[in-house]
């Protein structure tokens, strides 16, 4: 019996987690829908020649205005650098497509507060900087080679139809596009597919984050984070929260309610940041990377985007330590003790209803067999 109680508190903690962030969810995949309605994919290529500042620039846009799934983030940026896109500005859109999108920041505010979120926007780009300086070094020509070989053998791997759709709407005023009979449309697929995409991580997040914030005991995570030497700590939690996160396999926006469990267990600011990052080297996009670049470009990837998100998170850390925006509280809102009629409630009704109409019109102009071509 007690057995049965402690599973039925962590499926409440995960359940409760949910419904604090269902509203966010369905706001932040609404406007990603929208932008990706509107923004043609079909340019990406022409715009991403190099690794020059400006090509950067444009590939963290490119990917803050595309969707936060991270397989689908993956096979799109193997996609534009067969077509010819330059590797690094591919690895850049990646990069931007999972940390800069606007579901992530929403969500990120809710459970943990703006400092986190603000924190997410700083070191994104920094984090882009620091894998540019990295692959000049040491990604060498014959390495890009290989890859672009590899790459256009074409392997599979996860959510390829998903990268491959284009359905924008690019004629006319950017209203116009939003507002026409095209453009709901596509918003209504583009947010289907999206919640299609990630909907396996944000579960098995939620999951994840309500047995261990049900299960396992405080002192625990002050140990592993090693809270009782703050400066050893500081340095400590860029370094372990990625590998926390690899071993996790929760990618996308599902990571946010572990990262809050993990901020309230003890983690520094760098250390949860750094975890948010990591989705990327998760060990099931670790095995894509090898199908789509082969073993030594990918055991590149791994290292570049381990260092880069290290080092971007401790630089985060010590910004915002001088300027005094680290949150000394650590009670992160990942649940609510009983579902309340309050203005999370109303807000989940109102944007059910809003997710609702997409999901008609999705069913309504040939959405699913459009799914079934696709895969």
Not at 266 to 293: C, H, M, N, Q, T
Request: charged share 15%; aromatic share 14%.
């Amino acid at each position: 019996m007690n057995t049965l109680t402690e599973i039925g508190h962590a499926l409440w903690m995960a359940f409760a987690m949910f419904w604090e962030i269902l509203w966010p969810l369905i706001l932040g995949f609404g406007l990603s829908a929208v932008v990706q309605a509107v923004v043609s994919k079909s340019e990406m290529t022409r715009l991403l020649p190099n690794d020059s500042p400006k090509s950067l620039t444009i590939a963290c846009a490119l990917g803050a205005a595309s969707s936060s799934c991270s397989y689908a983030a993956v096979a799109l940026a193997r996609s534009i650098f067969r077509k010819g896109a330059d590797f690094t500005a591919a690895m850049a859109f990646e990069l931007a497509s999972t940390n800069l999108v606007a579901e992530l920041t929403i969500i990120i505010i809710v459970l943990m507060g703006w400092q986190f979120a603000a924190a997410e926007f700083l070191g994104g780009p920094l984090m882009v900087v620091f894998v540019a300086v990295l692959f000049s070094m040491f990604l060498s020509r014959k390495l890009v080679a290989e890859a672009r070989t590899q790459a256009d053998k074409g392997l599979k791997g996860k959510m390829e139809g998903h990268a491959e759709m284009d359905m924008s709407v690019t004629e006319g005023t950017f209203w116009k596009r939003i507002t026409s009979k095209e453009g709901f449309t596509a918003t209504s697929y583009y947010f289907v597919m999206d919640w299609l995409a990630v909907w396996k991580d944000i579960a098995g997040g939620l999951l994840i984050a309500g047995a261990l914030a049900a299960w396992v005991p405080k002192d625990f995570w002050k140990g592993f984070f090693l809270v009782s030497h703050p400066v050893a700590a500081t340095f400590w939690g860029p370094i372990v929260g990625p590998l926390v996160a690899v071993i996790s396999f929760v990618c996308s926006v599902g990571n946010i309610p572990l990262a809050a469990v993990l901020w309230n267990g003890g983690i520094s600011f760098g250390g949860v940041i750094a975890f948010i990052y990591a989705d990327l080297i998760v060990l099931p996009i670790i095995d894509i990377y090898r199908k789509y670049y082969g073993w030594k470009v990918t055991g590149l990837i791994v290292a570049v985007f381990y260092v880069a998100m290290a080092l971007a998170a401790l630089l985060v850390e010590f910004l915002f330590q001088l300027f005094g925006l680290i949150p000394y509280q650590r009670s992160a809102q990942i649940v609510e003790t009983s579902i309340r009629f309050n203005y999370t409630t109303v807000l989940n009704v109102v944007f059910l209803a809003i997710a609702l109409l997409l999901v008609i019109r999705f069913l309504k102009t040939g959405g699913p067999k459009m799914l079934a071509h696709m895969q």
